[in-house]
């Protein structure tokens, strides 16, 4: 049997109504805030993450899914997307359109990680970025944006953890700082730290090698080393978000795994998710856009891990309704005319036959006005067609057959209520669509037809 791969899955109805969910809520609340939505390519050359995210980070060095193109060159799933963001920020010039560029985007990212609880090889991010600001006030606004999405998705239990790491003007003197505690040190620590210490001394402080963990802890840290200019912009953020009443805790410890990260960068973490508890990771990246032969244009963003956000919601006890199964259209007869059978009247062949196609019309039409409808799909006893109905919990049976094409007035059965009335197509039409009065959740009542 062929199964998914190692890392990837399959999200089947009726979970997926929570991701559904989570989409269009987050959709909702960055269109408040003046976003628009980016659909880029979910590959892109490898050199756009290697410059971007980083050589020595652990994404490039050991995660990334990289392919010889039959034309030569490098292509690489996407690890992620603001470099894709940042990409088409330089391509497009959109630097030229009026006001920020605030973009969102929502789909699945790569890496070759060990796959556990929260942690998949193909997974899903709901991202967004402001690219043209250095202002406090964008950060702050990001962050408000987050928790409003949070708040409605009705995510509790999220922490805010915040830090800054410098940029260009202060990190070099950190990092020179860094090194010389790291030589003394570096010959207790795993192999990729000793090569780190050297080669991206920041990424030491990702380890997470238990053993380095009592050195790592010893290290300075770059709140420490902040530039005043640095400082003015975390100093200006914290007040922002405590005129917004934004509750966060200062992680100075936390460096997140990427690169191209300057000044302010942040998690939102979920106490119930166990050891992949980050919910969402982002921060700045002045100097993105230049490092990719870009104009000067400094840029905020957040990615929230779509699969850890459904599963904390989950684990939260927030569940989303499959859409409800409204009508079940039952008909009696046979799907093709056969000829009459001996003793049997010739029109009694023809209107079963006709009951099929009679029932398709009416399926049609209860779909037109928005119902959620199954049609029997072959031919069945009434009994079993209404236990197949239940089954699927359909709210109403509607039964078409013989009789009724004659009469021109069909038994709609209320499943849950156990109640059934004879009504003609135009009444069923009326009760059931939610443009006749009734939203098909709450009907009218139906009297019981004895
Ligand atoms: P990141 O921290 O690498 O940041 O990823 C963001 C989020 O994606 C994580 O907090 C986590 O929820 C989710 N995530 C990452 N790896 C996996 C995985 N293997 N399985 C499931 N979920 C995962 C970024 O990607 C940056 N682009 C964020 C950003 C945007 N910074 C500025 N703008």
């Known amino acids: 049997m062929i199964r998914a791969i190692k890392g990837t899955r399959d999200i089947l109805p009726a979970e997926t109504a929570l991701w559904n969910r989570v989409e269009a809520l987050a959709r909702e609340v960055f269109v408040s805030y003046n976003y628009g939505e980016i659909r880029m390519p979910i590959f892109e050359e490898t050199e756009l993450f290697?410059?971007?995210?980083?050589?020595?980070?652990?994404?490039?060095?050991?995660?990334?899914?990289?392919?010889?193109?039959?034309?030569?060159?490098?292509?690489?799933?996407?690890?992620?997307?603001?470099?894709?963001?940042?990409?088409?920020?330089?391509?497009?010039?959109?630097?030229?359109?009026?006001?920020l560029t605030k973009l969102y985007y929502i789909g699945p990212m790569f890496r070759r990680e060990r796959p556990q609880k929260g942690r998949y090889r193909q997974?899903?991010?709901?991202?967004?970025?402001?690219?043209?600001?250095?202002?406090?006030?964008?950060?702050?606004?990001?962050?408000?944006?987050?928790?409003?999405?949070l708040d409605r998705a009705g995510l509790k239990g999220c922490e805010l953890r915040l830090n800054s790491i410098g940029d260009a003007a202060c990190r070099p003197r950190?990092?020179?700082?860094?090194?010389?505690?790291?030589?003394?040190?570096?010959?207790?620590?795993?192999?990729?730290?000793?090569?780190?210490?050297?080669?991206?001394?920041?990424?030491?402080?990702?380890?997470?090698?238990?053993?380095?963990?009592?050195?790592?802890?010893?290290?300075?840290r770059m709140?420490?080393?902040?530039?005043?200019?640095?400082?003015?912009?975390?100093?200006?953020?914290?007040?922002?978000?405590?005129?917004?009443?934004?509750?966060?805790?200062?992680?100075?410890?936390?460096?997140?795994?990427?690169?191209?990260?300057?000044?302010?960068?942040?998690?939102?973490v979920h106490h119930r998710l166990g050891a992949q508890n980050a919910v969402l990771g982002g921060g700045r990246y002045d100097g993105l856009s230049e490092l990719l032969g870009g104009p000067k244009a400094p840029g905020i963003g957040f990615s929230i891990g779509e699969d850890r956000f459904v599963l904390?919601?989950?684990?939260?006890?927030?569940?989303?309704?499959?859409?409800?199964?409204?009508?079940?259209?039952?008909?009696?007869?046979?799907?093709?005319?056969?000829?009459?059978?001996?003793?049997?009247?010739?029109?009694?062949?023809?209107?079963?036959?006709?009951?099929?196609?009679?029932?398709?019309?009416?399926?049609?039409?209860?779909?037109?006005?928005?119902?959620?409808?199954?049609?029997?799909?072959?031919?069945?006893?009434?009994?079993?067609?209404?236990?197949?109905?239940?089954?699927?919990?359909?709210?109403f049976a509607l039964i078409v057959g013989e009789n009724e094409i004659r009469s021109g007035r069909y038994p709609l059965r209320d499943l849950a209520r156990g109640e059934q009335r004879e009504l003609s197509r135009e009444e069923i039409l009326r009760a059931l669509s939610p443009a006749g009065g009734a939203a098909p959740a709450s009907p009218p009542a139906i009297p019981t037809h004895p």
């Open 50 to 99: 290697a410059r971007s995210v980083g050589e020595e980070t652990d994404i490039v060095r050991k995660e990334m899914y990289t392919f010889a193109d039959r034309e030569g060159g490098s292509l690489t799933l996407r690890p992620e997307a603001t470099a894709s963001v940042v990409r088409a920020y330089i391509e497009h010039r959109l630097w030229e359109r009026p006001g």
């Open 123 to 149: 997974f899903s991010q709901i991202g967004a970025e402001v690219i043209g600001s250095d202002s406090p006030a964008v950060d702050a606004e990001v962050l408000e944006m987050l928790i409003e999405l």
């Open 174 to 220: 950190y990092l020179e700082r860094l090194r010389e505690e790291l030589a003394r040190g570096r010959h207790r620590l795993c192999p990729d730290c000793q090569r780190r210490a050297v080669a991206n001394p920041l990424r030491v402080l990702d380890c997470k090698v238990a053993a380095d963990q009592p050195i790592i802890e010893k290290l300075p």
């Open 223 to 268: 709140m420490d080393f902040l530039c005043g200019a640095c400082r003015a912009h975390l100093d200006s953020l914290e007040q922002a978000l405590r005129d917004r009443a934004i509750p966060y805790a200062v992680e100075p410890r936390m460096v997140r795994g990427l690169d191209y990260y300057t000044r302010t960068t942040f998690e939102f």
């Open 312 to 395: 904390s919601l989950q684990e939260s006890g927030v569940e989303a309704e499959q859409g409800a199964l409204d009508v079940y259209v039952i008909w009696i007869g046979e799907e093709q005319p056969r000829p009459a059978q001996s003793g049997e009247a010739a029109w009694g062949a023809m209107a079963r036959a006709a009951a099929f196609g009679h029932a398709a019309q009416l399926a049609r039409d209860l779909r037109r006005r928005g119902l959620a409808v199954e049609l029997q799909p072959e031919p069945r006893k009434l009994r079993r067609a209404l236990e197949q109905a239940s089954k699927q919990k359909a709210r």
